[in-house]
């Protein structure tokens, strides 16, 4: 089809004039863009309150589709289990498999606490929860890996924060909004989490790949001790996740570490819970403008990188 | 009392037309919430793994732009493509600059080749999905790995085929927002 022919200008001054200015807006518009896009990549959170905003529109009808989501899970869990062994058996199963993930995470709670008991005696209470929600949305069309959860400021909830399902950590507060907040995935490639080995110490990060899977880096290299099946569970160290929560189950070795399953995939959850940043001091004190870390620290949470971060690179 | 023979023929798809006129509100407004709501839809499905659905806001804008020429002004990739930095976890300003690149070089495709078909607009949006694809993994702040590559590649292909199903939807949105829906009275 050919274009209309108004809009062939001929010597018409005004139809040229105003081919002209579309143009000019165009490339006005394109040249903001770009000026935009590299205050952005220079400091991720700049449009950070543009974004809440835009993130509290849409987190209402997120939370119809989350609804619908997850009555769909159940429903098709429970057709399945019916022509497997009754829906009993789809409820037991699950709950082992929780069980299984409690149980080695009881056996990294337990090597803390022969240690911390050797060194100083300390005792840890139980979390409790900033918020619970359900995750409403996700950035299913761009190469980041990032959920949207629907709580946010007024909840309490502040960037930084954990969140974690009940199988595992799910990851961690980018940004907030009034009633709806970023999260940033443990599969994100710009996501790093410090982890250990949950049956002993042996420490490691892991970082998102991209692809669904972590990869998982030693911190000592020598012989690599990982074998595939060893649960990695957060380790505590950087001050934002509480120790001995389970995140990824190694799946393949590699020379330097492993690449690790998640234990807790958000699409298969229904409900997360916000914890609150498990020392907030440590995580203050590393964000403190200091010479030496000054230029990493400074910048914001998206590239702002967990102390995890520096000690990795 | 005579009967009409053909019960339609005072009608055209657009609706009957005596006595009826369009709306210029509806005629006005929506391409523009079509493709807002291109871009909002993706955001509702939770893709923990890897970009799964193509960027069906830019997919609509094109779909838009390729078969009613001059409906959208040139400008119109900046806005709408602010509004979908918002929510698509791109850095803000990538869609703004690509959607603009975009209009831009579809203009001037149009003006060396003014006389289209079906194909060749399909062949045109093809190619600026692919482009777009590639641009924004590069601009999305993550690092592209072959990884990365090899997980995103359905989507550049989704974002490919889908072209001829948007564009009927969007032919029967054309005729939504031209159907005489306003009384003269």
């Known amino acids: 089809m050919a274009p209309p022919s108004s809009r062939r200008s001929g010597f018409s001054k005004k139809a040229q004039f105003s081919v002209f200015t579309g143009y000019l807006l165009a490339g006005v518009g394109a040249l903001a863009g770009f000026g935009l896009l590299l205050l952005s990549l220079w400091q991720p959170s700049a449009f950070a309150p543009l974004r809440g905003a835009a993130g509290d529109v849409v987190a209402p009808a997120g939370e119809v589709t989350a609804a619908a989501r997850t009555g769909s899970n159940d429903l098709f869990d429970g057709v399945a289990a019916y022509f497997r062994a009754g829906s009993q058996n789809a409820a037991l199963r699950e709950e082992v498999e929780i069980a299984r993930i409690r149980l080695a995470e009881a056996e990294a709670v337990e090597a803390e606490n022969r240690r911390l008991m050797a060194l100083l005696e300390l005792r840890e209470g139980q979390t409790k929860a900033v918020a619970t929600a359900r995750l409403v949305g996700s950035t299913a069309t761009s190469g980041r890996r990032l959920a949207f959860l629907g709580v946010g400021r007024n909840d309490g909830v502040v960037p930084g924060m954990p969140v974690t399902s009940q199988r595992g950590v799910i990851g961690r507060v980018l940004e907030t909004g009034r009633n709806s907040a970023r999260v940033l995935l443990l599969t994100d490639s710009e996501s790093v989490l410090p982890v250990r080995r949950a049956k002993d110490d042996v420490v490691a990060f892991a970082e998102g790949r991209g692809n669904g899977l972590l990869r998982v880096r030693l911190v000592n290299l020598g012989i690599n001790p990982l074998k595939p099946g060893d649960m990695m569970v957060t380790s505590g160290a950087g001050g934002y996740y509480r120790p001995g929560v389970a995140v990824a189950v190694i799946s393949e070795i590699t020379p330097d570490g492993g690449i690790a399953r998640l234990v807790a995939e958000p699409s298969a959850t229904n409900f997360v819970a916000v914890e609150p940043i498990f020392e907030p001091a440590a995580v203050a004190a590393l964000k403190s403008p200091r010479e030496p870390l000054d230029e990493a620290d400074a910048t914001p949470p998206q590239a702002a990188p967990t102390p995890s971060d520096q000690a990795s690179e | ?185």
């Open chain 2, 1 to 185: 009392m005579m009967e009409r023979l053909n019960q339609r023929s005072r009608s055209d798809p657009y609706g009957s037309r005596i006595n009826r006129t369009q709306s210029p509100l509806r005629a006005g407004s929506v391409p523009y919430l079509s493709i807002m709501l291109g871009s909002l839809l993706p955001v509702l499905l939770i893709a923990d793994v890897m970009p799964l659905v193509p960027p069906l806001g830019f997919l609509v804008l094109l779909a838009w732009r390729l078969m009613r020429p001059g409906l959208l002004p040139l400008w119109a990739g900046a806005p709408l493509g602010a509004f979908d930095d918002l929510v698509s976890g791109q850095p803000f300003g990538s869609a703004v600059l690509l959607w603009s690149l975009a209009m831009i070089a579809i203009e001037l495709i149009e003006a060396r080749f003014p006389w289209r078909g079906f194909w060749q607009d399909w062949f045109t949006a093809a190619l600026a999905a692919a482009l777009y694809w590639v641009a924004a993994l590069m601009l999305s702040g993550a690092p592209v790995t072959p990884e990365l590559l090899v997980v995103a590649l359905p989507q550049a292909l989704l974002s490919v085929l889908i072209y001829p199903i948007l564009v009927r939807m969007v032919a029967s949105l054309d005729r939504f927002r031209l159907a005489r829906a306003r009384r003269i009275e």
